[in-house]
């Protein structure tokens, strides 16, 4: 297996050198930082990584303000006491991508960061700030189990969005982690995910940087993503 070391030099070299790779590779928020992030923000967020899901991103970021207004903000107090049949009525306005099957996930999720102080002792946000990095797949099922929509990627990209530290199994990490055969099989499955997350947690003590950090650097050392220096 290669050292980190190794893949750091690697991409440095396809960026153009170790300032270059440096600008590009950055820290996640810091678990006090992520305190602060309201839980109206959270399910914001994790709206907004729905809707991306399968469509342009742009898109969706050129209707957001119309998002906001139809979701009153994303207030999860106003959104958990909607009538369902305001909820299709949301679902056809113009305002918004018109998918009724991701409309409803926002009450659904809102419910979920609003119960997790019964359910978990400790508000939605600081369930996220203080969970454990070197279990972050564990975090992910969470969101899985509890939520709607949140399996696969779009549960890590938008905790990545938000700052909390986490790799994402983007096409080029995948990519290299079955070129090592770190993982084999559905990217997925349990097995993959916690040989994934192993992978990850040895490189963290080997490097002393954060899993974002490392899941940059290995993203920029393969794939079509390389940068001719002048």
Known sequence: METFYDIQQRAAQRKGGKAALASIVYKPLTSKQLMKVTDDEWLEEFTRKIFQSGFYWSVI??????????????????????????????????????????VKTVPINAAMIHFAAKDEGKAFHQLVAEWPTDDIIGLWAWLKKHGARLGGNTGPYALRAMGKDTFLLSRDVEAYLRANEIIDGGVQSKKSLTAAQEFFNQMQQESGLTLQEISQTIAYSVGDNQINPV
């Open 61 to 102: 970021d050129k209707k957001w303000p119309g998002f906001r207004e139809v979701f009153w903000d994303f207030n999860i107090k106003k959104l958990l006491m909607m009538p369902p049949e305001m909820l299709e009525e949301k679902s056809s306005d113009e305002r918004i991508v018109r998918n009724y099957n991701k």
